[in-house]
């Protein structure tokens, strides 16, 4: 009896819930630059107190769908180095522009400070990887997020999809490899115009399943083949288990063996500290990454994804070393990685990575996920023959070499354990964004999405219209 009890309380919650989320308002607005009225990008616009938030686009703008119970709590709307914009949601004034003003503090006047605290970035950034037990969460957890997942070539978009997904987390203690769940549980947007003649994936998929690839024709290849050795490929690098559960995830998992951050960091990484900025009232350093003396690698199975240096910033708060903000680009370095990088890809920027993270009771929880890579997908010819291939008619080195980007927006935190075991138990934990599903329409006007920038607008909608006329 108590268990049904249980079990009645858990889906009159559930139900609770749902009707709280599809009673909403609508807030739009942009945030620009107070001296130079240029728009803010990734700007966080969130609710105070609460896991309900959005980010800016490369506009400025950005679109928050607020639930009732809210309208009386406070919006509030930050940026790195800047001040924040409070108001409380009801007085403020929908479509409006925001204007953010600089806010920087003095690094003497922080640093000069009579305790035992590190004064360099490896100092600061070593002190802020001891502390990551006590600043990321420690017991499980769901998240609920935003997905668009974008491939195209230099030309044009090949392949659009966006998907509300869910993240099961144990905890930081326990390894992401097999304590990390990923389920993509709508989707809303389905667009594939990726041209399936990539005959050098096919090769290597066979080898994969240990079949010899020898001559291939792709005239004489299914389609369907062709198809499972693209799905095949996409989950070797861009997969969504392999972005949270890989080296990748630095911050998550720098406990892990070889991690990025993690015990030798120092070895791989040289960090410098620049200055000191504010992010709504709080002090943070903001540290530059370098290169150390050894290569970093990824040790990716079945792909040479090693000989990299490190670029790019990690902020790091004041107050408790907790990391608020990483931006991460692995650059060839080796000489095998540079050649590969330039034959397969034409670019030496192979990882691109942005994470920033929300205070959420004094954790530290995934807010925003911006990730890039080249990709093998329609790479070409790759033995002596690539002249004579490149000098056909109608060849286009333009749409030979593609690239993926992955964007992810966190919003809702579910910490209550009885309602992370149901889901858990219940949810089926795919994380293929292969799936098809049916739309659900009114699911996706009460969910909070990543908006897209005028420029993705006219690319996806040209997108769209290409994949009509290809149906038809």
Do not use: C
């Not at 530059?288 to 790091?316: C, H, M, Q, R």
């Amino acid at each position: 009896m108590k268990n049904i009890r249980k079990s009645h309380f858990l889906t009159l919650l559930f139900f609770l819930i749902t009707a709280a989320t599809f009673a909403q308002s609508e807030l739009k607005g942009k945030v620009a630059d107070f001296l130079t009225f240029q728009p803010i990008e990734s700007a966080s616009v969130y609710i105070k107190n609460t896991t309900v938030g959005s980010i800016t686009n490369a506009d400025g703008n950005f679109v928050l769908k607020v639930p009732q119970q809210n309208l009386q709590d406070t919006l509030v709307i930050s940026s790195i180095g800047y001040k924040s914009f409070n108001v409380v949601i009801t007085e403020f004034e929908n479509g409006s522009d925001i204007y953010l003003e600089e806010d920087v503090a003095s690094l003497d006047e922080v640093v000069i400070v009579a305790d035992p605290r590190p004064t360099t970035g490896n100092g600061i950034v070593q002190k802020a990887i001891e502390k990551l037990p006590g600043n990321l969460p420690e017991v499980a957890y769901l998240q609920k997020g935003f997905l668009r997942h974008k491939e195209r070539n230099k030309k044009e978009y090949k392949w659009l999809i966006e998907s509300a997904i869910t993240l099961y987390d144990s905890s930081y203690a326990a390894g992401a490899k097999n304590y990390l769940k990923i389920n993509v549980d709508e989707t809303r947007k389905s667009y594939d115009l990726r041209d399936i003649d990539s005959l050098f994936t096919y090769s290597a998929y066979l080898k994969s399943i240990g079949s010899k690839a020898g001559n291939i024709n792709k005239n004489t290849v299914k389609t369907s083949a062709l198809i499972e050795a693209i799905k095949w490929n996409d989950s070797r690098v861009n997969g969504l288990g392999n972005l949270f559960k890989g080296r990748l995830n630095i911050v998550r998992n720098s406990d892990v063996s070889g991690a990025l951050f993690g015990t030798n960091t120092l070895e791989m990484h040289q960090f410098k500290l620049d200055t000191i900025l504010v992010d709504n009232g709080r002090k943070l350093y903001k540290i530059k990454i370098e290169k150390g003396a050894d290569f970093v690698g990824l040790s990716t199975p079945n792909i040479y994804n090693e000989g990299f240096e490190p670029k790019g910033w990690i902020y790091i708060y004041y107050d408790n070393y907790a990391i608020k903000k990483v931006e991460y680009e692995l650059i060839a370095a080796s000489d095998v990685q540079k050649r590969r990088s330039k034959s397969l890809f034409d670019t030496q920027t192979i990882h691109k990575l942005v994470i920033t993270y929300k205070d959420y009771d004094g954790k530290m929880y995934p807010n925003y996920v911006y990730y890039e890579t080249p990709k093998l997908v329609n790479t070409g010819d790759r033995s002596s023959d690539r002249i004579k291939t490149e000098a056909e008619p109608g060849f286009d080195k333009g749409e030979q070499y593609y690239y993926t980007v992955q964007e992810i927006l966190f919003t809702d935190i579910i910490r209550d354990p009885e309602l992370v075991s149901q889901e858990l138990l219940q949810n089926n934990w795919d994380a293929d964004v292969f799936s098809s599903k049916p739309y659900n329409a009114l699911f996706w006007e009460n969910y909070n999405v990543l908006l897209e920038s005028k420029e993705e607008q006219k690319l996806i909608q040209d997108l769209s219209k290409r994949a009509s006329l290809y149906k038809e």
